[in-house]
């Protein structure tokens, strides 16, 4: 699926701002359908709040019952369209919805257009005929979302009915969930409406190889609306020179002496990306009709060996963290502000990759990350998939279909490098096997030039699914979920997992999560737990076994986590998970210090790198 930019051809309309909104409080959650409030404007069924887009709906307000609200919620929002997208019979009008978290029903003046499944993917319905049907130049949205998660969506989630009622009011119900975060809904991610013309480049499909100094680019190019059309492609460099050129809706483009896309500190120029420009053209009764669209392409290679992670054939060394879409307020939703914060932040620490834990982040992340130079780890929202019933068929095939939508979005993408179907899921438990096996095979069927992992803290010689995959991530919080303050038993500890896990597999490891808890600002040395100290020490325990490992089949390490986040209430929560070695406000503890000394020490030892740090010698995104 193409991200909507604009083009000679094609024109965007954001829908970003304050939406009419409405939660469902019925007991069934079901008087909106009933009493079908998407038939009219939202404000003719009952009272509206103003809502804003992209945002969770959850932290904007100060009402505690809307905070921790199951069910439907109702968004509307009217849209004035130009004339030319109402009268031109060439022009497709395309309602796009970049994430709705978790089920989605939309509906255009009234009329039912799309429906999703999945808290983390776009879709989109072509609304032409119904824009185009009347003499409106404006369209009522209306999309209804329920944050409901049971046991075969993903992430799954369980409904607990309380039914004692001296202990429960009557229909008491609260959602349970298997994942440490928190249930953010809403529209996450921006609503658009783009055009296209009726005839229109649907897809387009790159993927890159070196022979010697030249860079191949094929691509494959699918059109929508008729069979007759010409395609040219053309490739820019990133002065704008045409450097290949092609015809044809597949081929392959040879760049000789071709720059490649390196990851951020692994090359002095990192992240060089070229442009493909597609352009089609078809001849109708009525004259021609041209489509154009732009694609960013990096010529890269990935291979994985038995205990290297090769990047353009060099290996690559991880040293990143684990992100969440989080922060205050706007729960997860998409921000520019806090985005590039959060990318100068990436910079500075000199992280070179992050793993989207624990679902696919939104499409403007990927598309800085290809511009930057940092690796992803794309993960699923298979978090949380706890329960035997969550592996029978209706999972696995949504779980299949997940992996179809999210390899069909970031598929393009140069710094994606691996997918990741899962986090720690119970790989040992009977069905896992045939589940993994088969996600798996199914994804590497989609996407051949990329290793498949899922992440895992089952034992090396339990699970059931790491047969399967490219290279084992492991999660481990030795000295934190167990030997509770006893630091002095990390170093062992964490020899003998990578031991063990590389005598059984022979295959590379990543250290996919570590770390501790700290309060920002709470001290105490000797360190105890919860303090900055204590965070820093887990840490400094973890680099030593990683120094020796790293030196024979660890390939990476990915800190747990990049910001403290939003998590369920629990005992163990003190206002969310505080492992972030920034604060949620970004701000950083000592541990940000800690580790970036390490990152930039880990690029220099490897050779890559100017020795300075940004922002002297680094040169500023903005300028890239
Ligand atoms: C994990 C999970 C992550 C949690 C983290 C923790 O293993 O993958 O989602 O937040 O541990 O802090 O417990």
């Known amino acids: 699926m193409l991200y909507p930019r604009e083009s ?5 309309k954001d829908l970003d701002g304050l939406w009419k909104f409405r939660a469902d409080f019925s007991e069934n959650r079901l008087r909106g359908f009933e009493q079908q409030w998407y038939r009219s404007p939202l404000r003719e069924s009952g009272p509206t709040l103003d809502m804003p887009v992209p945002s969770s709906f959850n932290d904007v307000g100060q009402d505690r019952q809307l905070r921790g609200f199951v069910g439907w919620v109702w968004y509307e929002r009217e849209a004035t369209l130009p004339q030319r997208w109402t009268q031109d019979p060439n022009t497709r009008v395309v309602l ?4 709705a978290h978790y089920y989605a029903i939309v509906w255009v003046n009234g009329v039912h257009v799309a429906e999703h499944e999945g808290g983390h993917l776009p879709f989109e319905a072509d609304i032409s005929k119904l824009v185009q049907s009347g003499p409106l130049s404006f ?3 209306t999309i ?8 075969h969506t993903l992430p799954p989630g369980t409904i607990l009915y309380r039914t004692d009622t001296s202990m429960y009011p009557n229909r008491y119900f609260v959602q349970n969930t298997n994942f440490d975060f928190y249930n953010y809904a809403g529209l996450h991610r921006p609503v658009i409406l783009y055009t296209t013309p009726t005839t229109y480049i649907d897809d ?13 680019v094929h691509y494959q190019i699918s059109i929508q609306g008729s069979e007759h059309f010409q395609l040219e492609v053309y490739l820019h460099d990133e002065e704008g020179n045409i450097v290949a050129r092609g015809t044809g809706s597949r081929g392959q483009l040879q760049v000789p002496n071709a720059h490649l896309w390196w990851p951020y500190l692994m090359h002095e120029h990192p992240a060089y990306l070229y442009s493909l420009e ?5 001849q109708t009764a009525a004259g021609s009709m041209s489509d154009f669209y732009t694609l960013p392409v990096g010529i890269r290679t990935v291979a994985v060996t038995k205990n290297q992670f090769l990047i353009n054939g060099k290996p690559f060394y991880f040293h990143g963290v684990n992100k969440h879409e989080d922060s205050d307020i706007r729960g997860r939703g998409f921000d520019w502000p806090l985005l590039m914060k959060d990318f100068n932040l990436l910079l500075w620490l000199g992280a070179n990759a992050f793993r989207t834990s624990h679902y696919p982040y939104a499409e403007e992340v990927m598309e800085l990350c290809d511009q930057y130079g940092i690796v992803v780890i794309d993960e699923s929202p298979g978090v949380g998939i706890k329960l035997n019933q969550s592996y029978n068929n209706q999972s696995l095939q949504h779980h299949l279909e997940v992996m179809e939508e999210l390899v069909r979005r970031d598929k393009n993408h140069p710094a994606v490098v691996m997918w990741s179907v899962a986090n720690e899921p119970t790989s040992f438990l009977e069905p896992a096997g045939y589940y993994f096996k088969t996600l798996i095979a199914h994804t590497k069927a989609l996407d051949p030039s990329r290793p498949v992992t899922f992440v895992t803290n089952s034992q090396y010689d339990t699970d059931l699914g790491a047969p399967y995959v490219d290279v084992i991530c492991v999660n481990s919080y030795l000295s934190w979920y167990h030997d509770y303050g006893h630091l002095e038993v990390i170093q062992l500890q964490l020899a003998t997992q990578f031991e063990n896990w590389y005598r059984t597999y022979q295959k590379p490891i990543i250290q ?11 001290h105490h040395d000797p360190p105890l737990m919860f303090s900055e100290e204590y965070q820093k020490s887990v840490l400094e325990q973890y680099h030593l076994v990683l120094d020796q490992k790293r030196k024979e089949y660890v390939i990476g390490e990915l800190i747990w986590n990049f910001a403290d986040f939003m998590t369920d209430q629990t005992p163990q929560r003190v206002i969310g998970n505080k492992k972030g070695i920034f604060t949620r406000q970004r701000q950083p503890k000592g541990a940000a210090f800690l ?3 390490r990152y930039w020490k880990l690029a220099n030892e490897t050779g890559y790198l100017p020795p300075e740090k940004p922002p002297y010698l680094v040169k500023s995104p903005l300028t890239w």
């Open 8 to 12: 000679a051809s094609r024109e965007r």
């Open 96 to 99: 796009r919805i970049g994430s």
């Open 139 to 141: 369209c009522r949205i």
């Open 595 to 597: 580790l970036r000394e």
């Open 278 to 282: 597609v352009r089609l053209t078809v």
């Open 512 to 522: 996919s999560e570590y770390g501790a808890d700290a309060v920002t600002g709470l």
């Open 144 to 151: 209804a979302v329920n944050n409901t998660l049971g046991p």
């Open 204 to 216: 387009i499909n790159v993927t890159t190889s070196m022979d010697q100094n030249t860079g191949l």
